[in-house]
């Protein structure tokens, strides 16, 4: 059974299954689904918990069922957290969770929650993740996307009792926010507390918010390529600052860049061959939020712009590889931002022509 995180509350009011899964990569929102499954498992009298995380191919997963098949000497109920880190549990693991998913319905004394990381789509096709989902309830916690983030931000504040004044100011205040804390919802919650401490409930000036929030963003490299599809220059230059300041490795970001140029020049290729659109995407592996953003961007895309693009991205392939170029920086950071400065410049929307 699948369940929203959403959803998750109402269905915890009507009462408890014995299986939960939960998976996700964005650990805060992971950690609450399953702090309220466990609040409402110790209201219903689950008093003993016990921990098992999956730590190689060696784990011993005899320990597993032999915690799920016995009851504690203090409870007649109990809850059993199985986390495996790596997304990963292997041969044995396999076997050992299609076998805690069987024997989960005939037990009533014990609660069992598995807590995962982002599961692949192999990973989702395989045997122990369809006994996991079909012997019990799996939840999949999807990450707030950029967009959704200032909304997200303002109802965490409203949990607080507090709220960004209206209007415009209301809205730079929590694009603000935003900036500060995209890619690390964690830290984001963080700040949110911190916010009801120093403030009372009420509105909130920009200036407090801009006094009191640090700067704990974390980038993504994918998400840089979203947001260069985008035309979101600001945002970009944002982004190749922080993955600058943090280490990330310039190989990296530069073939993000032109992995982008290059499956939109041969999307584009398909398409002038007579390729359908959705046919030409399928076969490049573009699916998701970069599928609608290929289908907005490529129209504005010249088979010549596409050319320079993927000249540009040779270019700066050795630049980042020690290599110098005419007319180009130096610097691999300097030349990666004027890379994806050309293909966001190109990507962004045009804006309407005033002839007034």
């Known amino acids: 059974m699948q369940l929203a995180p959403v959803q998750l509350p109402q269905h915890l009011q009507r009462g408890l299954r014995p299986l939960y899964m939960l998976h996700g990569d964005e650990p805060l929102l992971v950690q609450e689904a399953a702090d309220a499954i466990r609040g409402a498992a110790r209201t219903q009298g689950y008093t003993e918990r016990t921990v098992h995380t999956v730590a190689g191919a060696h784990f011993d997963w005899s320990a597993v069922l032999a915690a799920g098949g016995s009851l504690s000497l203090f409870s007649d109920k109990q809850i059993v957290e199985i986390r495996i880190p790596s997304g990963k549990p292997g041969k044995d693991g396999s076997t050992a969770l299609q076998q805690v998913a069987q024997s989960a319905a005939g037990n009533d004394g014990t609660l069992t929650l598995v807590l995962l990381p982002k599961i692949d789509f192999q990973a989702k096709k395989s045997a122990w993740f369809a006994a996991l989902e079909g012997g019990g309830v799996a939840i999949e916690v999807q990450p707030v996307e950029r967009g959704a983030l200032p909304q997200w931000i303002s109802q965490r504040l ?100 032109s992995e982008d140029i290059r499956a939109l020049k ?48 040779h270019v700066v392939d050795g630049i980042v590889k020690g290599l110098k170029a005419p007319g180009w920086p130096t610097n691999g950071w300097q030349a990666l931002h004027r890379l994806a400065m050309e293909l966001c410049l190109a990507a962004a929307p045009q804006r309407p022509v005033n002839r007034a």
């Open 158 to 257: 409203a949990q607080n009792n507090q709220r960004v004044v209206g209007g415009e100011e209301g809205q730079r205040t929590l694009q603000f926010f935003a900036d500060r804390v995209e890619g690390n919802l964690l830290a984001a919650h963080q700040e949110i507390q911190k916010l009801a401490l120093l403030y009372p409930a009420g509105e909130l000036g920009f200036e407090q918010v801009e006094s009191a929030v640090l700067n704990v963003a974390r980038y993504d490299v994918f998400k840089l390529s979203e947001a260069v599809l985008a035309g979101q220059a600001t945002r970009v230059q944002r982004m190749l600052d922080g993955l600058q300041a943090e280490g990330e490795a310039e190989v990296l970001v530069h073939y993000t860049l």
């Open 266 to 313: 041969r999307v584009k290729d398909a398409m002038a061959a007579g390729r359908p659109l959705p046919m030409a995407l399928r076969e490049q592996r573009v699916w998701g939020v970069k599928e609608k953003l290929y289908e907005r961007v490529l129209p504005r895309l010249s088979t010549t712009t596409l050319d320079n693009l993927l000249h540009a991205a």
